[in-house]
């Protein structure tokens, strides 16, 4: 690629795309954006996408999926179509398209590099992933274990329109929600963690801006070997021991949503009672951070060949 890549952020104005532009100051990358009243203008969306090499995609589902269309159709006409990098949920259990969690295993963050179309992964299942396919690997809990899955994000999760609610109108104070039990991201939480067997997935959202919590309570007796609490701990110290954004963190008596707001990272625990035979596996992270704008730039990163810019720390 001669001189500095270009890239288009689709979306840029909203919650997410925000993120990813103020990130994208830590690359090395020419960003072209679109004039504000011309943003949903698909002329205009066509004609930006054929100048550059890497468009990403913020937007809701079906926007999305008319602008991977209209991608696709560049090429098929002989134009010059850009990679793309998709943070909705439209294609992220899609055969054509690689998940970008590059911490997820060996080889991960190669097949990002190589591919044409990623999918960012979501903000519920950053956490639940993390914390559930090492122990699904290394034989641990078996794919068909009946698992529930409990989290709470901040109410910047549900976007411009949810965060309008809370900060203009005094949003709930706490709202169980998904409650049909079928929630967008069961999907791609069930195929990349390697179950066989979808858990009960239980999300809700607080009034609070940034910040999330994913936990997971399990029956030592339950777990596919006889195991400690402390084994669990140890496959996935080991699992994450290359990561400068996902740690291992000792287990506490409480923790708080949102403590990493506003960071990259992530940080498991595994919470242990051997008496009683019982664990909560816990992934903290912020919703925006390692969950949307944070796991992005990694992956834009990656696309392009260029270093990973530290995560924000806080
Ligand atoms: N918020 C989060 O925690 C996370 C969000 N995501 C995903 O990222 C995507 C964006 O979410 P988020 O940033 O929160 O949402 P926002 O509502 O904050 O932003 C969406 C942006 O897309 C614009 N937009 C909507 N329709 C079109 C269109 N047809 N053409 C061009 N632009 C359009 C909106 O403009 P306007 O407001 O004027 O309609 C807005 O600027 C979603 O798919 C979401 O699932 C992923 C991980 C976490
Ligand atoms: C609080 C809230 O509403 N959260 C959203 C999930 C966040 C999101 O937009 O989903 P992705 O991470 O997959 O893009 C929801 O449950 O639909």
């Not at 195929?191 to 919590?213: D, E, K, N, W």
């Not at 029956?219 to 994450?240: C, E, I, K, N, S």
Request: proline letters at 7%.
């Amino acid at each position: 690629m001669d001189g500095q890549a270009t890239v288009f952020i689709d979306g840029e104005a909203g919650t997410t795309g925000l993120g990813i532009r103020q990130r994208l100051d830590a690359l090395p990358v020419t960003v072209r954006s679109i004039a504000p009243e011309q943003r949903k203008d698909a002329g205009a969306r066509r004609a930006m996408m054929e100048s550059v090499d890497l468009v990403v995609l913020c937007l809701p589902d079906a926007a999305s999926r008319e602008a991977a269309a209209m991608a696709a159709e560049i090429a098929a006409t002989g134009g010059r179509a850009p990679r793309l990098l998709d943070a909705s949920t439209a294609f992220r259990v899609d055969p054509d398209w690689v998940y970008g969690f590059p911490e997820m295993g060996a080889g991960c963050a190669a097949q990002v590099a190589g591919a044409a179309r990623v999918s960012n992964p979501g903000c519920y299942p950053t956490g639940a992933i993390g914390l559930l396919r090492p122990l699904v690997e290394a034989g641990l809990l078996a794919p068909d274990t009946p698992l529930t899955i409990n989290a709470v994000s901040g109410y910047s999760g549900g976007g411009r329109a949810m965060i309008e609610a809370h900060e203009h109108d005094g949003g709930p104070a706490f709202l169980l929600y998904g409650l049909g039990l079928e929630h967008k991201h069961l999907p791609e939480i069930t195929r990349y963690a390697g179950l066989t067997r979808a858990p009960v997935f239980v999300p809700s959202v607080g009034h609070f801006p940034q910040g999330m919590i994913v936990s997971v309570p399990l029956h030592l007796d339950m777990l596919a070997v006889p195991a400690t609490g402390g084994d669990l701990r140890a496959v996935l110290a080991d699992f994450y021991a290359g990561s400068d954004r996902i740690s291992v963190a000792e287990a506490m008596p409480d923790l708080s949503a949102e403590t990493l707001a506003g960071t990259d990272l992530m940080e498991l625990r595994v919470h242990a009672n051997e008496s009683r035979r019982q664990a909560v596996l816990t992934a903290r992270l912020d919703n925006l951070g390692k969950g949307a704008s944070g796991a992005a730039i990694q992956n834009i990163a990656l696309m392009l060949g260029l270093a990973a810019p530290a995560p924000r720390a806080g």
